[in-house]
């Protein structure tokens, strides 16, 4: 089956940094969109940014400038930099995939925990 491994979550400073990384494997046959959402304790869970085959990329309100999306077609891997972390920004933080097929996949999350 599809999966999807997620690291890099950890504890932070507010005004730090803290890379995530996220690679898919198993049956994949043409992933179209790549993206990265967060859920914080008693809210929904919101896209935080996306980035399609292309190279086309998508930020929610509150991270853009911070944070950047990037990915890499031939190893099936996708990172999210964030720079000038809030406490805000405490969540966990889920990878997915979409496929041309329009199936989706999803990784089991990552904890950020920014303090102050």
């Known amino acids: 089956q599809v999966q999807l491994v997620e690291s890099g979550g950890g504890l932070v400073q507010a005004g730090g940094s803290l890379r995530l990384s996220c690679a898919a494997s198993?049956?994949?046959?043409?992933?179209?969109?790549m993206g990265w959402y967060r859920q914080a304790p008693g809210k929904q869970r919101e896209l935080v940014a996306s980035?399609?085959?292309?190279?086309?990329?998508n930020y929610a309100d509150s991270v853009k400038g911070r944070f950047t999306i990037s990915r890499d077609n031939a190893k099936n891997t996708v990172d999210l930099q964030m720079n000038s972390l809030r406490p805000e920004d405490t969540a966990v933080y889920y990878c997915?995939?979409?496929?041309?097929?329009?199936?989706?996949?999803w990784g089991q999350g990552t904890q950020v925990t920014v303090s102050s």
């Open positions: 198993g049956r994949i046959f043409s992933i179209n969109v």
């Open positions: 980035i399609t085959r292309g190279g086309t990329t």
């Open positions: 997915k995939i979409r496929t041309l097929g329009y199936s989706d996949y």
